[in-house]
């Protein structure tokens, strides 16, 4: 089955920019989506299909995608941007598709 | 303003069966596929099941299939998991999440969750 991989933890100062990757087999023939979740809150999608924002996401979220690897960029990062981060995409290229989530990546704001 | 919130979960022992409801508001259920997507305690997100608005595509993850069913009930606005021959190791918080239902550049299907509910608990232990 396809396999998503993050970093476990970033760590970026308050106004940094923080980058967070996702690698997956040629990842860049496939739709990524994003998603942040704070510590007892469900996720909420804070990219999709490699760089589009839902309504009411900062424009500091932004994605891109190529390759084998999916980054999403935080500009400016706040102090309320702490939280887990998750890619996930649709894999029809295999014999069970399906949709795949990354393990996830924990932001921290020094 | 779109609201998913879930229920039925609880304390069940290895082997028997629960059966979970998410009751949808805010949007046009039946124009909409939806979700169930799982977070076993500190851990990150699985997807577990998804169905088409009018039940015709079903999908299943793989260490759920023949356990689980999903379906939906359009008339009253509402979508259910029933969860046989539960294992612990299907001891998670379980989301209700909405399908976002656009094109994506890749084509084919997308499968993006623009709303989650909060979650019902599912814990399995003798």
């Known amino acids: 089955s396809y396999v998503l991989t993050q970093p476990p933890s970033v760590s970026v100062a308050p106004g940094q920019t923080a980058r967070i990757t996702c690698g997956g087999n040629n990842i860049g023939s496939k739709s990524v989506h994003w998603y942040q979740q704070k510590p007892g809150q469900a996720p909420v999608l804070v990219v999709y299909?490699?760089?589009d924002r839902p309504s009411g996401i900062p424009e500091r979220f932004s994605g891109s995608n190529s390759g084998n690897t999916a980054t999403l960029t935080i500009s400016r990062v706040e102090a309320g941007d702490e939280a887990d981060y998750y890619c996930?995409?649709?894999?029809?290229?295999?014999?069970?598709?399906?949709?795949?989530f990354g393990g996830g990546t924990k932001l921290t704001v020094l | 303003e779109v609201q998913l919130v879930e229920s039925g979960g609880g304390l069940v022992q290895p082997g028997r069966s629960l059966r979970l409801s998410c009751a949808a508001s805010?949007?046009?259920?039946?124009?909409?596929?939806m979700h169930w997507v799982r977070q076993a305690p500190g851990k990150g997100l699985e997807w577990v099941s998804g169905?088409?608005?009018?039940?015709?595509?079903?999908g299943y993850a793989d260490s759920v299939k023949g356990r689980f069913t999903i379906s939906r009930d359009n008339a009253k606005n509402s979508l259910y998991l029933q969860m046989n021959s539960l294992r612990a190791e299907d001891t998670a918080l379980y989301y209700c999440?909405?399908?976002?239902?656009?094109?994506?550049?890749?084509?084919?299907?997308?499968?993006?969750?623009?709303?989650w509910g909060q979650g019902t608990l599912v814990t399995v232990s003798s």
């Open positions: 169905i088409s608005w009018n039940s015709g595509s079903i």
């Open positions: 996930q995409v649709w894999d029809s290229s295999s014999d069970h598709p399906g949709v795949v």
């Open positions: 805010g949007f046009t259920f039946d124009d909409y596929a």
């Open positions: 999440a909405k399908d976002m239902e656009v094109a994506c550049s890749s084509g084919g299907s997308c499968y993006i969750f623009d709303y």
């Open positions: 299909d490699d760089s």
